[in-house]
């Protein structure tokens, strides 16, 4: 199993940046693919961003391509989001999740979820 722990949401004007780290406990983290997912209110979890386990593959949303960066450090057991040019429509609550599958969008190909952190783009 994995436990997951995010951060660093908090508050930005738009065209800013922040930076997502999503903490993982156990040993096995490098064997999951990951993901990041957001959600808005009265709106459906979307998918964000993902990653293999190695992390020389990365797959991302086309309202984010360019925008976010997903990377992982299996030393660290960590995986960030790296979010520039953050526009209102970013604002979300934002989860990580790990996966036994590279390359999944659907939440439901997700087992383990993180309590998610709170993403505000102001204009």
């Known amino acids: 199993q994995v436990q997951l722990v995010e951060s660093g949401g908090g508050l930005v004007q738009v065209g800013g940046s922040l930076r997502l780290s999503c903490a993982a406990s156990?040993?096995?983290?490098?064997?999951?693919?990951m993901g990041w997912f957001r959600q808005a209110p009265g709106k459906e979890r979307e998918f964000v961003a993902a990653?293999?386990?190695?992390?020389?593959?990365?797959y991302y949303a086309g309202s984010v391509k360019g925008r976010f960066t997903i990377s992982r450090d299996n030393t660290k057991n960590t995986m960030y989001l790296q979010m520039n040019s953050l526009k209102p429509e970013d604002t979300a609550v934002y989860y990580c999740a790990a996966s036994r599958y590279a390359g999944t969008y659907s939440p439901s190909e997700y087992g383990y979820w993180g309590q998610g952190t709170q993403v505000t783009v102001s204009s």
């Open positions: 990653i293999n386990w190695s992390g020389k593959s990365t």
């Open positions: 156990g040993r096995t983290f490098s064997s999951y693919a």
